[in-house]
């Protein structure tokens, strides 16, 4: 996929041209975009004098960003202790096997990304599973399917 470059000069002049503007600078790619490609981030680097391995180091120890296009909707499972205690395993056990999806892969459709996060702070309502920003707790693999059913 080829970047729109126009689009991120737009991203870029929202923000100053220096390094402290790293993070909002391509938390707007990835709105923009759905994901931050080698192509995007080395443009970045290049255009706030960043170091592209540092660019590469922010992209890769927060997890709100993704290094490939994603699904038109995110599913989050909860893997954080109390989710874990509850079941968090067996949910995304359920849903790998449900939509045929690996950790952090992409049904062939588009419809759904699957991801394991580390807490979603919503510890009471464990085990959680968030789609898109909507947070459903106490999941079961009985109410899975009504949850998968009703996402567009």
């Given amino acids: 996929m080829s970047i729109d470059f126009s689009k991120l000069e737009a991203i870029l002049a929202s923000h100053p041209p220096v390094s402290a503007s790293l993070i909002p600078v391509l ?17 970045v680097a290049r255009k706030l004098q960043i170091s592209p391995s540092k660019v590469y180091g922010i992209l890769t120890f927060y997890a709100q960003f ?6 038109r ?22 849903i790998r096997d449900k ?4 950790h952090s892969l992409t049904t062939s459709d588009n419809k759904f990304t699957l991801q394991e996060v580390r807490c979603v702070g919503c510890c009471s309502l464990a085990p959680v599973l968030m ?5 459903h707790g106490k999941v079961t693999t009985d109410n899975l ?4 059913n009703n996402v567009e």
């Fill in 27 to 43: 938390q707007g790619v990835e709105e923009e975009f759905g994901y931050v490609s080698e192509e995007a981030s080395r443009y």
């Fill in 145 to 148: 399917e009504d949850i998968l």
């Fill in 99 to 102: 939509l045929q999806i690996n």
């Fill in 73 to 94: 909707n995110m599913l989050r499972v909860c893997c954080g202790t109390a989710c874990h205690v509850q079941g968090a395993d067996r949910l995304l056990n359920t």
């Fill in 66 to 71: 993704h290094l490939q296009p994603t699904g």
């Fill in 131 to 135: 789609v898109n920003d909507d947070v």
